[in-house]
C-alpha cells in the first residue's frame, strides 16, 4: 500500500534551517508530482511547495518563496524541503503529499516549531 513517511523536523531558532524528507513506498515514486503542506494549530492545511514527476517544475507559497526549497531524489523514492531562514509562522505540522489513483494519500505529519 501507499506509505508516506516525513523525518527531519524539529526545534529551531529564527533564522535557522531545517531539512525534511519524505520516503515513499507503494507507488511509481517517478511517475508522481509531489507536495508539501503543513498546518498550524487552528488553521487549515496549506500547500508550501510542490515538484513534478521528474524534478523539472517547482512551485511555492509565496510566504516561503526565496527561502524554500522542494527537490527529489527518484533513485531514493524521496522528496526533500530545504527551509531557511525560518520564522516563527512557519511553526506547523508539516505533510508529504502524493495524488494516486485519484486519492490523496499523506504522511504522518513532522512538527517544525520556530521559536527563541
Known amino acids: 500500500q501507499v506509505q508516506l513517511v516525513e523525518s527531519g523536523g524539529g526545534l529551531v531558532q529564527p533564522g535557522g534551517s531545517l531539512r525534511l524528507s519524505c520516503a515513499a513506498s507503494?507507488?511509481?515514486?517517478?511517475?508522481?508530482?509531489m507536495s508539501w503542506y503543513r498546518q498550524a494549530p487552528g488553521k487549515e492545511r496549506e500547500l508550501v511547495a510542490a515538484?513534478?514527476?521528474?524534478?523539472?517544475?517547482?512551485n511555492y507559497a509565496d510566504s516561503v518563496k526565496g527561502r524554500f526549497t522542494i527537490s527529489r531524489d527518484n533513485a531514493k523514492n524521496t522528496v526533500y524541503l530545504q527551509m531557511n531562514s525560518l520564522k516563527p509562522e512557519d511553526t506547523a505540522v508539516y505533510f508529504c503529499?502524493?495524488?494516486?489513483?485519484?486519492?490523496?494519500?499523506w504522511g504522518q505529519g513532522t512538527q517544525v516549531t520556530v521559536s527563541s
Open positions: 515538484i513534478t514527476s521528474a524534478g523539472g517544475i517547482t
Open positions: 507503494g507507488f511509481t515514486f517517478s511517475n508522481y508530482a
Open positions: 503529499n502524493a495524488r494516486t489513483s485519484g486519492v490523496n494519500r
